[in-house]
């Protein structure tokens, strides 16, 4: 037999890989993702970047539309759909994170509803579980060609990388496409790929996202419509590998029809995150949680205005090293802003990143009390940091605790409960509890059921906006 090519292994496992091969495992994680994902996207829907970018949407205009989340009665043609909600998704930092570092989850799922509700035959939950996962295993399998790619990124924001190669291979499986066509979805969306991370932190870095997902969309479409490119993108330096200096792209196992297949999110699971900001401010606030509680313990009345210096013992990210943040984007990307609400609060929320909150005397007067240090053991990398805080006081007492593993890591996943608690915190903001209810009952039968188009029909509800009709329905949902 001749061994395939990397490009032409991606391909054919893309057309190839069929809802037989899903275990119950993947499918179980893949679930939690899809809930998370569609409730930070409707807490997304109230933001600043997501109006701008759905004005601008609105501008274009097509024979076919898909649902703008959140909003009734509006449309847009389907890639501006996958990229409005692809940036509601990501808008407050709030979606998943995997190993090696992305997003994985807000560049494909955008994509594949809005492409779904413009198709003849609606797909099926498994058909859309199916895609979904295709997504995530191609983002997954392409980080694993970089070790560059295990660290905390300085150069390309990931999912603007491998998203979008996620969103291409997520929309090409939904639309059917054999082997070739599949390549060249992969080839076009390649073209499409790369952002800097020099926008993290700023209101540009959601539409990384909606990039993603629009252009992986796109990509599919055009290789339907037989638009072709490289058909070795995948093994070339000067392909995908342009984006990792140490890229050493490896073929995928053949997938057969009776072959059993090792999903990468079988042995990695996701991070979920309990507020929104960059997911090393998880390990800073769970380490400061525990010192303020030592703190309090002993002092229970005590004002943390005695507090005089506060050391982070942190992994060196300067995108992350924030001492005076003056954004919300900036505040959800600073080691000290997460580390100081932490101490004063008990807990960061998505309110923390409020102006009334950021602009309060307390904490703008234990920002300058903050000095990070960076020992060399403390690696850039998800799976390998750790925060320590050393809270020493006026009165030369020293408080210190340890975060090695967060609360919501995969080592440490969220439970059920809170994973949908979350998601009602997230979609109260924009759903009548029925229609939650509603979208909480069809994603987690999803593997049963025939139909999934009620999925992006209750994603277009706001109780804010609802129409006479649509209040109706919803009380029958």
């Known amino acids: 037999m001749i061994r395939k090519g990397v490009t032409e292994s991606f391909g054919a496992a893309v057309s190839c890989l069929s809802t ?20 930070v996207g409707l807490l997304g829907t109230s933001t600043p970047v997501f109006n701008t970018v759905l004005q601008s949407s609105q ?29 509601a998704v990501h808008s407050m930092d709030f979606d998943d994170t995997w190993h090696p570092a992305t997003h994985p989850s807000g560049a494909v799922l955008p994509a594949l509803l809005a492409l779904a509700e413009t198709l003849p035959a609606k797909p099926s939950g498994l058909e859309l579980l199916l895609a979904f996962n295709v997504g995530i295993e191609v983002q997954g399998r392409l980080l694993r060609f970089s070790k560059e790619a295990h660290n905390i990124p300085r150069r390309f924001h990931p999912p603007a990388v491998v998203g979008v190669m996620g969103s291409a291979a997520a929309s090409a499986k939904l639309l059917g496409l054999p082997a070739a066509q599949s390549i060249a979805a992969l080839a076009i969306a390649c073209s499409s790929a790369g952002a800097p991370m020099a926008n993290a932190a700023t209101q540009t870095k959601p539409l990384h996202m909606g990039n993603a997902a629009r252009g992986g969309l796109e990509a599919s479409q055009l290789a339907l419509l037989g638009l072709e490119g490289n058909t070795q993108i995948l093994d070339l330096e000067s392909g995908f590998g342009a984006f990792y200096p140490d890229y050493v792209p490896r073929p995928l196992a053949e997938v057969t029809p009776t ?4 999903w990468v999110l079988e042995d990695q699971n996701i991070a979920q995150k309990r507020f929104p900001a960059h997911l090393g401010m998880h390990w800073v606030a769970d380490a400061a949680i525990e010192a303020r509680a030592k703190f309090l313990d002993k002092y229970p009345n005590a ?63 234990m920002l300058p009390k903050v000095e990070l240090e960076n020992p060399q053991d403390n690696h850039s990398s998800f799976e390998k940091m750790y ?39 997230n979609a109260s903001t924009v759903l009548t509890a029925d229609v939650m209810e509603g979208i909480i009952y069809t994603v987690d039968r999803l593997d049963t059921n025939q139909d999934c188009s009620m999925l992006w029909s209750y994603m277009h509800f706001n109780k804010h906006m609802m129409h006479r009709d649509e209040r109706r329905f919803s009380a029958l949902a």
Request: with cysteine; hydrophobic share 35%.
């Open 259 to 262: 072959s059993q297949y090792r």
């Open 59 to 87: 501008r274009q205009q097509a024979l076919e539309n898909s649902k703008v989340w959140g909003r009734p009665g509006l449309s847009v043609p389907p890639q501006y759909a996958a990229f409005v909600n692809g940036v």
């Open 303 to 365: 004002n943390l205005s005695q507090i005089k210096k506060i050391t982070l013992r942190v992994p060196s990210s300067r995108y992350v090293d924030c001492p005076f943040p003056v954004s919300e984007h900036q505040a959800r990307h600073s080691f000290q802003f997460n580390c100081c609400t932490a101490l004063l609060d008990g807990q960061v929320t998505v309110e923390s990143f409020s102006k009334s909150q950021m602009n309060r005397s307390a904490l703008k007067e």
């Open 387 to 425: 925060c320590e805080i050393a809270v020493e006081t006026t009165q030369g007492e020293m408080f210190t605790a340890r975060c090695n593993t967060f609360y919501g890591h995969w080592r440490k996943p969220l439970s059920h409960e809170d994973l949908v608690k979350k998601f009602k915190a």
């Open 20 to 39: 037989s091969h899903l275990t119950d495992e993947v499918i179980r994680r893949s679930k939690r993702m899809i809930l998370d994902t569609l409730g």
